[in-house]
């Protein structure tokens, strides 16, 4: 059985936000969705300050960059459904980048360079 490194703790710091949730990061910022404020932050990580806070319009669960956006798992409504939400920084969420997910369920994703998953 292969057995994993060790990881040395270099730095921690306090979430900006309450009940962190999704992360991802685009082009030299680092991007995280609270949970329970439904808003995502740009944080710059050599400061460690909030740069831009976005009100999301549902909560959410996960996000990934394509290169050129940001996609996020959000949940929306009383019964939490799910959809994959596209942001772009700067211009905000795009109207023609909502995509139900299959039965308005999963809470993770990822991108290979291609395809959302």
Known sequence: MNELPSVTETKRHSSPAAAPQALAWHKGTLWMGSR??????????ASWT????IEAPGTPWAAVSD????????GEGPDDDRYLRRFVPGIGWTENGRI????????YLSYDGEHLF
Do not use: K, N
């Open 36 to 45: 329970d404020l439904r808003r995502s932050y740009a944080i710059d990580v």
């Open 50 to 53: 909030v740069r831009e806070e």
């Open 67 to 74: 290169g050129e956006a940001l996609w996020f798992t959000l």
């Open 100 to 107: 139900a997910c299959p039965e308005f369920t999963g809470s």
